[in-house]
């Protein structure tokens, strides 16, 4: 078999839980091979079977070659899998060091990355005791590092209770106005609206300014340093209602609801090709499920709608934690989703909660028999 054989293998084995063989598929592999995606694969079924030393250490050798050879999305896997391990060890520092890294290094499409960033976030803000704009300045220092300085590397992010003095470099700087080419966003379909979120931290919430049209949308506003941005996609996907759309602020982004005017499936957010319109077709509600559709942005289009009906699902416990979110998050709001991944990462995949105001506050422990996971 095959290098390339053996790497989907390997892969397929993680899918179904068998840790044990994808393991040995892989320490053959490395004996020969000891290339970048090997050694993350290596560090995932370390991950998965709570080996969390083991782990950072074989995502640090995948990090060192992927920082090598300039593979940017090699360098973001590498990171997230060494977050996840301190996440798992409890050290929520480093965990959020090394997923603000991951995050520089993904494309507008990596919706894992962002949910696992949110997560960790709320986790770190938690035990720091620290406001969005406290978390924020800590983001914006982790940014500054470089990739090659988190190899090996242990060192506690500084966290500040009192804001730093920002001073523009120039005033063009500090004029200037960004654009949607240059602002990282991202978005799914979730049945009945599209979910839109648009990256950027310290928004003025008074400067925010939307249009919502049938077709369209253009937002612009500023953030805190005055830095001036421009949002707009002309050319919409499919329609929208003007009246029941809208949009929320948060600490780190900009999240805009767009309500369908219809049921049609949006594979992507723009229309790129204007004859595209007269082939959109309606999804009956007897055939079939919109809300069970993942997010449009991911790569891999899935139809979800029959999630628990195959006999494979039974292992889905056993997957990490992408994998398995994948298949529940459609049609789950913010709320939700955030308690899917809280419950199931801290209760190491035991324990499975939507409600945000249960979970939000406590720590879910994993479950045992004869307990409630509390």
């Known amino acids: 078999m095959g290098v390339a054989e053996s790497v989907q293998e390997i892969e397929k084995l993680i899918d179904a839980g068998n840790l044990g063989d994808a393991d040995g598929i892989a320490d053959k592999l490395l004996e020969s091979n000891p290339s970048c995606k090997i050694l993350i694969l290596k560090s995932q079924i ?102 090659e300085s988190l190899i090996s590397s242990d060192k506690k992010v500084e966290t500040t209770t009192t804001k730093p003095e920002v001073k523009p470099e120039s005033t063009e700087t500090n004029n200037s106005i960004i654009t949607t080419e240059k602002i990282r966003h991202d978005w799914f379909d979730t049945g009945k609206s599209i979910e839109l979120s648009i990256y950027v931290k310290k ?14 949308i253009e937002a612009s506003f500023k953030d805190n340093d005055n830095h001036s941005y421009n949002f707009a996609i002309p050319q919409l996907y499919s329609t929208i209602s003007t009246t029941e759309s809208s949009f929320r602020v948060y600490g780190t982004k900009l999240e805009i609801i767009l309500i369908k005017d219809n049921q049609c499936h949006w594979n992507k957010l723009e229309n790129d090709n204007d004859n595209q319109k007269e082939e959109l077709l309606s999804i009956p509600k007897e055939e079939s499920n919109p809300s069970l559709s993942y997010p449009s942005s991911s790569k891999n289009h899935k139809d979800w709608s029959k999630f628990g009906n195959d006999d494979d699902d039974e292992d889905d416990e056993d997957q990490d934690p992408e994998a398995f979110f994948r298949k529940l998050y459609s049609g789950a709001d913010e709320d939700a989703r955030r308690a899917m991944m809280k419950s199931f990462m801290e209760s190491n995949g035991t324990s499975l909660s939507t409600d945000w105001k249960d979970v939000g506050s406590r720590e879910v422990k994993p479950y045992k028999d004869g307990d409630d996971g509390k």
């Open 203 to 216: 928004i003025n919430n008074e400067t925010v300014k939307i249009t919502f049209n049938s077709t369209s």
């Open 46 to 147: 370390l991950l998965q079977s709570g080996k969390l030393d083991e782990c950072q250490n074989y995502a640090n050798k995948a990090l060192k070659i992927a920082i090598d050879e300039g593979k940017r999305l090699r360098i973001a896997e590498s990171c997230k899998i060494i977050s996840m391990a301190y996440f798992q060890g409890k050290d929520y520092e480093n965990s959020l060091k090394f997923i603000t890294i991951a995050s520089k290094y993904i494309d507008s499409n990596d919706n894992e990355i962002t949910t696992l960033k949110s997560v960790i976030e709320l986790k770190f803000k938690k035990s720091k005791k620290i406001n969005d704009d406290e978390l924020a300045n800590v983001e914006s220092e982790i940014e500054k590092l470089s990739s």
